[in-house]
């Protein structure tokens, strides 16, 4: 009977040891969760960061380009072009 004792109370220390991991995991889990939630938030912020500027950069290039840069000016006439067939089709749709 004795060694029934031993094996419930071992049992039952090993039973608390348990639940006391799980609570301990269950507050990480938490942390951790809250960390990859601040941490995508601010990954989706950066990432739109970097379209603004990566806009603004095409925004100066072409600036640039207007203001005499033989660098891009490529770019510059096919963006133009682009305009000149946007207004073009939206002068038809008028005329109609």
Avoid: P, W
């Amino acid at each position: 009977m004795s060694k029934l004792v031993v094996s419930v109370e071992s049992l039952e220390v090993n039973l608390k040891k348990l639940i006391s991991n799980h609570n301990t995991l269950k507050v990480k889990h938490k942390n951790l969760k809250s960390q990859f939630d601040s941490t995508s938030k601010t990954i989706s912020e950066l990432n739109s960061e970097i379209e603004r500027l990566q806009q603004e950069n095409k925004t100066l290039k072409t600036a640039n380009a207007m203001l005499g840069s033989n660098e891009y000016k490529r770019e510059t006439k096919l963006k133009i072009n682009s305009l000149i067939k946007e207004i073009d089709n939206c002068i038809i749709q008028l005329a109609e």
